[in-house]
């Protein structure tokens, strides 16, 4: 829906409220034209039910006014004398359209000065838990949202397992495009397992300013630019659906690539404008490796191999990605897969059990149909890549056979359905054309994104899919605060790693865990209510 329907929503829904409440205003002691001025009728409502002016600011904060329109009916029809708990479910069931039969049809008193303190104990409860919904959803939404790292792509950065912190305000938050939605949860309520939104209407693109731009290297968590999967959970995908923006899979990568760069992979290795990508120091790149044992270095169950490194690969190599991949039963020797730093597959060398290490080669010049941009006219593979360029907002580039492979996406899906375009490219021999149209070179909306896992050959990233809009950016992940390994294995596995509770994402050197300052503040804060509460009971 652009702009334009949404002023016409507001304004219907204006003429709704007016029309229902209008005597109740006047009945109030105000006068009847007040419940007809948008903003200013939300302003006197509130005086009317005894509630503060801020409230007002609640009704137009995406999803925390799908909480706070069923209380302004509630408290409405309170102020009225209206306090059953049948008008509580007809205020509620209706949609609010139950205050029409009250302003039209009783005869009701205005109750300026009514108690604000509720009647029972179950609504005293009720109401701490709408209040505490409503503040936790504009923390998650605008501020600070919880993310669980669920891949091994950023891995020696990120861990299976890591809970995170991710920042809203760094790049600026965006309002939330699908209004009508189950508060703080994505796609999926948890547990029932339906959808959580409804896709329609959609509020137009809009972002609050951040106070600081992408950078490169940074780990961004961002939409998945083309998921159409309902249930993305390991193990379980499944299905096909069209989804809104702001409902598709949240992904975690590092942004190697900014707008206007020329960007190239040789070899594994990341190079902009012709010069190789320098990593942060906390960053380790992976590389897929074959590793020739005498013995399994992998655990087994029943028998079976399984994806687990025994103890001392974990302890000694910090090996967490390796399975069997194969066995040489006539010189009995078992073959492993393994995601490795080079320093570690050099140190593996050197263990009694290990007879090789090779690292898997991909050879330059190899086409992977799976990679972007899926043309056979571009030799691409996950390990030599490129140079393609990144689009950058309001620059433009040429349109031709040769280059509309890289950008058909942008123009008919990010800039066009996606924005409500009804875009169009298709091909007349060797010409281009945009919805019927000859089309030779095209100007950037918005900015794109590179973003890549560190763990080279085992990550799906944009060697897959390509760019990644501005538009699909989530947050800047800050904080990891709890760290659990085997989390797919079961809640009563889960085996924490402490010395990454409360550690910083970004940042050079080994993290170091906060966690002990915070138990001990947590401590002194306890110890300092408890007193403060006993001095306060001594006085009286």
Not at 396 to 411: H, L
Request: glycine content about 6%; aromatic content about 14%; hydrophobic content about 40%.
């Amino acid at each position: 829906m652009s702009w334009t329907g949404w002023l016409l929503f507001i304004l219907i829904v204006q003429v709704i409220h007016f029309l229902g409440t209008w005597k109740l205003y006047r009945n109030a002691g105000r006068k009847a034209w007040e419940a007809a001025v948008p903003v200013y009728n939300a302003l006197v409502l509130m005086k009317i039910i005894n509630r503060p002016w801020w409230w007002t600011l609640l009704l137009f904060i995406p999803i925390v006014n799908l909480i706070m329109f069923p209380v302004i009916w509630v408290e409405t029809l309170r102020s009225f004398g209206r306090n059953s708990s049948v008008d509580t479910a007809l205020g509620l069931l209706t949609f609010g359209l139950y205050i029409y039969y009250i302003n039209y049809t009783q005869d009701v008193t205005h109750i300026a000065d009514r108690s604000l303190k509720p009647r029972t104990s179950t609504g005293e409860w009720v109401s701490s838990i709408l209040f505490a919904v409503v503040a936790a959803t504009i923390v998650h939404t605008y501020v600070m949202q919880p993310f669980t790292i669920p891949t091994s792509s950023l891995e020696k950065s990120l861990l299976v397992g890591d809970f995170l912190f991710v920042s809203k305000f760094h790049y600026g938050a965006r309002i939330p495009m699908t209004p009508l939605a189950f508060p703080m949860v994505h796609d999926t309520i948890p547990k029932v397992g339906v959808k959580s939104y409804i896709s329609k209407p959609q509020i137009p693109y809009t972002r609050i300013p951040g106070f600081q731009k992408i950078k490169r290297n940074d780990i961004v968590v961002f939409n998945w630019p083309v998921d159409t999967l309902i249930n993305i959970t390991p193990g379980q995908m499944r299905g096909s659906v069209q989804k809104p923006i702001d409902k598709k899979s949240n992904y975690v990568k590092r942004c190697v690539g900014l707008p206007g760069d020329s960007l190239s992979v040789k070899n594994g290795y990341v190079y902009i404008d012709g010069k190789q990508n320098v990593l942060p120091d906390r960053a380790k790149v992976q590389f897929a490796y074959e590793v020739y044992a005498k013995k399994a270095l992998v655990q087994t169950i029943n028998g079976k191999y399984t994806a687990d490194p025994i103890p001392f690969m974990v302890d000694r190599y910090n090996i967490t990605d390796i399975y069997v991949s194969g066995i040489d039963r006539e010189n009995q020797v078992l073959i492993h897969t393994a995601h490795l730093t080079k320093p570690t597959a050099e140190k593996l060398k050197n263990n009694p059990d290990v007879l090789d290490v090779v690292q898997i080669e991909i050879e330059e010049g190899y086409y992977d149909e799976s990679v972007f941009p899926n043309d056979a006219q571009y030799e691409f593979n996950n390990n030599f890549f490129g140079p393609i360029y990144i689009p950058e907002a309001g620059k433009t580039v040429a349109i031709n056979a040769q280059s509309i492979p890289f950008y058909r996406r942008i123009i008919e899906v990010y800039e066009g359905t996606e924005l409500g375009i009804d875009n169009k490219i298709t091909q007349n021999g060797t010409q281009v054309l945009l919805n019927g149209s000859p089309i030779t070179e095209y100007t950037f909306k918005m900015d794109y994104y590179w973003l890549m896992g560190d763990n080279r050959n085992n990550s799906q990233d944009a060697r897959t899919w390509g760019f990644v809009p501005f538009n699909h950016v989530v947050g800047k992940p800050v904080f990891i605060w709890a760290s659990f390994d085997n989390t797919n294995k079961g809640l009563l596995n889960w085996r924490p790693r402490w010395e990454r509770f409360f550690t910083t994402v970004h940042g050079s050197g080994k993290p170091v865990s906060y966690l002990t300052y915070f138990l001990v503040l947590l401590a002194a804060w306890f110890t300092f209510n408890y007193f403060r509460k006993r001095n306060k009971a001594k006085k009286k």
